[in-house]
């Protein structure tokens, strides 16, 4: 199974989802680009997230930080100190590896390792415009920290009572020792992250509450739920910020891996803000009076990681045909439209006037190139949940063929009721 991975990396390329970054130069370890499909595919992802966390959740309001903070920030956060994986280099031809990856000698070249060093992985870049007076600040290595630092103007200007959250989606950047895996392990990547604040009393109540919620919905956009779990992190095992930590995992062909993590996060954040830049971020409950730190649960997840989860889960290959059986929410196109034969004015302008309609609603392929079997083949690929084909019948009955991308079924349906019939199967 692992060359699943494989044929999920040759068909990303092949089909425009995701491209090898500086391919040209001969590549970049750990960036990848989304091309033409794959940045539809993303783009759906990340707006089911943020309706369902900030439509379906009350009490919850997004921003979109900064990738670069002050560099106080990353001091405060612990990273600068403590944001390290154990490194081990071969001392004959002198790679690199994560400690926890490797056994007792190099696996390129059987070298004896050296004893394990913490290596830190955030990435530095330079700021200012005079040489030698320029100044170190860093890419986000989590992109959650603008939401802590913003936590008071969102208090401030939305009048939120306790308990609140904040989201975001964004970019975040890791000195990754071992990128690997296609898009499991990068140097940059995106992070979807709710913060939410709450009395501390109330913690275990919402850690839970949050815990169940994320599952359930990564449950709902796979088709295999068997293969997610949660996993709690060891006492060792916690990042430097986690009072207590569980992972959503997914089986990927590789082993059971991180999805997203439910951390509890306690006054960690808050605190370290509050110690470091001076000022008092307690919040004050209006009705008691009360005055204290509220407590964090974040729930983080990555969104390179839930794209490759899902291909993972919707790659299907038999008798020489492959498909994604992706939920037709998530999928690049949900819609395509074929006129039979590319060289008939009559059928191409009935079909191009169905694209014209269907397109305002939904993201449309428009295919007339070869026949009807190779079209129906390059849809199934990036997982085009219906194709409808406009033939002469069309010009005759107002009828259309849609074929269904999962069981290959070919139905009759009169083009005004077209369109209830997508929103009835997309729900
Ligand atoms: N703010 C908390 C935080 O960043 P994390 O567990 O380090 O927690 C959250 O990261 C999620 O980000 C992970 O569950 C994973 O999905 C994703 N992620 C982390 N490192 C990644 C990497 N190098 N490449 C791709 N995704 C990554």
Known sequence: MVDLLAKITSLCKRRGLVFPNSEIYGGIQGFYDYGPLGVEMKNNLK????????????????????????????EASGHVTSFTDPLRECKQCHKRFRADEVAAKCPECGGA??????????????????????RTAYLRGEACQNIYLNYQNVLDTMHLKLPFGIVQIGKAFRN??????????????????????????????????????????????????????????AKNELAHYAQKAFDIEYQTPFGWKEWEGIHWRADWDLSRHGQFSGRDLAYTDQETGERFLPHIVETSGGIDRTFL??????????DK?????????????QVAVF???ANKPALISQAKALYDVLK???????????????????????GTPWCVTVDFDTLKDKTVTVRDRDTMKQIRLSLDKLQDYFENELG
Request: proline letters at 4%; a positive charge; zero cysteines.
């Open 47 to 74: 707006r089911l997230w943020w309706q369902e966390m900030t439509r379906r959740h009350a009490n919850v309001v997004g921003i979109d930080g900064d990738i670069i903070t002050h560099p106080r920030v990353w």
């Open 321 to 333: 045909r492959v498909w994604l059986q992706l939920d037709p929410r998530v999928a690049p196109y």
């Open 176 to 233: 990754e020792i071992t990128p690997k895996q296609f898009l499991f392990r990068l140097r940059e990547f995106e992070q979807w992250d709710l913060q939410w604040f709450a009395h501390p009393k109330e913690m275990d109540q919402w850690y839970e509450f949050w815990k169940q919620a994320r599952m359930a919905w990564y449950q709902a956009l796979i088709s295999q739920p068997k293969k997610i779990r949660f996993r709690q992190h």
């Open 339 to 341: 006129p039979l034969l």
């Open 360 to 382: 305002i609603k939904y993201h449309v392929a428009w295919d007339d190139i070869g026949n009807i079997g190779k079209r129906y083949r390059r849809q199934d690929e990036v």
């Open 113 to 134: 390792l050296t004893a394990a060093k913490q290596f830190n992985i955030l990435v530095e870049t330079s700021l200012g415009v005079v040489e030698g007076e320029k």
């Open 309 to 318: 989860y899902l291909l993972f889960d919707a790659y299907r290959d038999q």
